[in-house]
C-alpha cells in the first residue's frame, strides 16, 4: 500500500471511530471533496499556466486525493492527466508516463472514451518530448481508431488530436500535413475561443514555416503566438515565442532585431528558473553577439554560462 493510499486509509478509520454525530450527510460530504477538488485543480491550472510547474503539482496532487477519498472516477482521471502534462513539463517522464497510463487505464473502464481520448492526446505528447517517434505513431493510430469508434466527440479534444497530429507529422519531417492539421485545430479553437491552444498551434505552425524556410510566414505566425500568449499571460509561452523571433530573424539577416528578442527570452526564463532554456539562449547570444562585434557582451553571457555550468554541478 503507497503512502498516499496509506494516509487516505487511516484518515478513513479515524473518522469511522470518532463517533460524531454532527458528521455530514454522504451526498454533502462528496459534493465538499469535489468542491475541493475543483478548487485545488483551478489553483493548480493558474500554476501551470504560469510555468510555476512544481507548485501547480503541489495543488494537482491534493485535488486526485480529493477525488479517490470520494471514488470520484471522472475527477480520478483528469487529475491524473494533469498530474502527467506537468511531470512531463518539468522532464520527470517515467511519472508522466505511470500517471497518464493509469488515467487511461481508469477511462477505458468507465467507457468514457472522451476522457481515454484526452489521455491519449497526453500520451502522444509524452512520446514526442521522449524522441520515441514509433511508440507516438503506436499511441496516435490507436486514439484515431477510438476517435473513428465514437460519435459526437467533443471539438476541444478533436482540436487537441490535430494538434498533436501536426506536431507529429513536423517531427517525421511531413511539413504540408502538419500545416494542415495545425490549421484545422487553430480554426477549431477560434471557435471555441480556446486562446492558449490557439497560441500554441501557432508556434508549432511558425515552426513548420521555418523548417520549409519560409521566414516571413514564419515570423508572422509569431508575432500572432506573441500577441494572444500576452493576452493570456502565458509566461513561457511568451519566452518561446521570443526565442523562436530570434531564430528566425537570425535567419532572414535580421541580427540586431534577433539579438533583441533573444535577450527578451534570456530575461524571462532566467525568472522562470528554466536552466536548460537559459543555457541554450546564452548559447545562441554567445554567436550572435560575435557576429554583431560585441565581444564584451558575448564574454558576459560565456561567464553566466560558467557560472550556471558550475552551479549546477
Same mark, same amino acid.
Request: hydrophobic share 40%; glycine share 6%.
Given at each position: 500500500?503507497?503512502?498516499?493510499?496509506?494516509?487516505?486509509?487511516?484518515?478513513?478509520?479515524?473518522?469511522?471511530?470518532?463517533?460524531?454525530?454532527?458528521?455530514?450527510?454522504?451526498?454533502?460530504?462528496?459534493?465538499?471533496?469535489?468542491?475541493?477538488?475543483?478548487?485545488?485543480?483551478?489553483?493548480?491550472?493558474?500554476?501551470?499556466?504560469?510555468?510555476?510547474?512544481?507548485?501547480?503539482?503541489?495543488?494537482?496532487?491534493?485535488?486526485?486525493?480529493?477525488?479517490?477519498?470520494?471514488?470520484?472516477?471522472?475527477?480520478?482521471?483528469?487529475?491524473?492527466?494533469?498530474?502527467?502534462?506537468? %511531470?512531463?513539463?518539468? =522532464?520527470?517522464?517515467?511519472? !508522466?508516463?505511470?500517471? /497518464? $497510463?493509469? #488515467? @487511461?487505464?481508469?477511462?477505458?473502464?468507465?467507457?468514457?472514451?472522451?476522457?481515454?481520448?484526452?489521455?491519449?492526446?497526453?500520451?502522444?505528447?509524452?512520446?514526442?518530448?521522449?524522441?520515441?517517434?514509433?511508440?507516438?505513431?503506436?499511441?496516435?493510430?490507436?486514439?484515431?481508431?477510438?476517435?473513428?469508434?465514437?460519435?459526437n466527440t467533443p471539438e476541444d479534444?478533436?482540436?487537441?488530436? %490535430?494538434?498533436?497530429? =501536426?506536431?507529429?507529422?513536423? !517531427?517525421?519531417?511531413? /511539413? $504540408?500535413? #502538419? @500545416?494542415?492539421?495545425?490549421?484545422?485545430?487553430?480554426?477549431?479553437?477560434?471557435?471555441?475561443?480556446?486562446?492558449?491552444?490557439?497560441?500554441?498551434?501557432?508556434?508549432?505552425?511558425?515552426?513548420?514555416?521555418?523548417k520549409l524556410e519560409e521566414y516571413?510566414?514564419?515570423?508572422?505566425?509569431l508575432h500572432s503566438a506573441l500577441?494572444?500568449?500576452?493576452?493570456?499571460?502565458?509566461?513561457?509561452?511568451?519566452?518561446?515565442?521570443?526565442?523562436?523571433?530570434?531564430?528566425?530573424?537570425?535567419?532572414?539577416?535580421?541580427?540586431?532585431?534577433?539579438?533583441?528578442?533573444?535577450?527578451?527570452?534570456?530575461?524571462?526564463?532566467?525568472?522562470?528558473?528554466?536552466?536548460?532554456?537559459?543555457?541554450?539562449?546564452?548559447?545562441?547570444?554567445?554567436?550572435?553577439?560575435?557576429?554583431?562585434?560585441?565581444?564584451?557582451?558575448?564574454?558576459?553571457?560565456?561567464?553566466?554560462?560558467?557560472?550556471?555550468?558550475?552551479?549546477?554541478?
Amino acid at each position: 500500500m503507497s503512502k498516499q493510499y496509506l494516509g487516505l486509509f487511516c484518515l478513513a478509520l479515524v473518522l469511522l471511530f470518532s463517533g460524531c454525530s454532527s458528521t455530514p450527510d454522504q451526498p454533502e460530504t462528496v459534493s465538499l471533496a469535489k468542491n475541493r477538488a475543483a478548487e485545488y485543480t483551478e489553483y493548480g491550472n493558474r500554476y501551470f499556466d504560469q510555468a510555476l510547474f512544481d507548485q501547480a503539482l503541489k495543488f494537482y496532487i491534493m485535488a486526485l486525493e480529493n477525488n479517490i477519498a470520494v471514488d470520484y472516477k471522472e475527477g480520478i482521471v483528469l487529475s491524473r492527466d494533469a498530474l502527467g502534462q506537468t %511531470y512531463l513539463m518539468l =522532464g520527470r517522464f517515467a511519472e !508522466a508516463g505511470t500517471s /497518464l $497510463q493509469a #488515467a @487511461r487505464e481508469l477511462a477505458a473502464r468507465m467507457q468514457r472514451s472522451d476522457l481515454e481520448l484526452r489521455v491519449l492526446n497526453s500520451q502522444v505528447k509524452l512520446a514526442l518530448n521522449r524522441g520515441s517517434m514509433q511508440q507516438a505513431r503506436r499511441i496516435f493510430d490507436e486514439a484515431r481508431e477510438l476517435l473513428n469508434k465514437t460519435g459526437n466527440t467533443p471539438e476541444d479534444i478533436q482540436a487537441d488530436i %490535430y494538434h498533436s497530429m =501536426g506536431a507529429l507529422e513536423k !517531427a517525421d519531417g511531413n /511539413l $504540408q500535413e #502538419a @500545416r494542415g492539421n495545425l490549421e484545422k485545430s487553430i480554426a477549431i479553437n477560434r471557435r471555441l475561443d480556446r486562446r492558449e491552444e490557439i497560441a500554441g498551434s501557432l508556434y508549432m505552425l511558425a515552426s513548420v514555416y521555418s523548417k520549409l524556410e519560409e521566414y516571413p510566414a514564419a515570423r508572422e505566425y509569431l508575432h500572432s503566438a506573441l500577441d494572444m500568449d500576452k493576452q493570456i499571460e502565458n509566461t513561457l509561452g511568451i519566452a518561446d515565442d521570443y526565442f523562436a523571433l530570434g531564430i528566425v530573424n537570425s535567419r532572414m539577416g535580421n541580427r540586431e532585431e534577433a539579438y533583441l528578442h533573444l535577450q527578451t527570452a534570456l530575461d524571462i526564463y532566467a525568472v522562470l528558473n528554466r536552466r536548460e532554456n537559459t543555457m541554450e539562449t546564452l548559447s545562441v547570444l554567445i554567436d550572435l553577439a560575435g557576429e554583431l562585434g560585441r565581444e564584451d557582451e558575448a564574454d558576459i553571457y560565456r561567464s553566466t554560462m560558467e557560472k550556471i555550468e558550475r552551479t549546477a554541478g
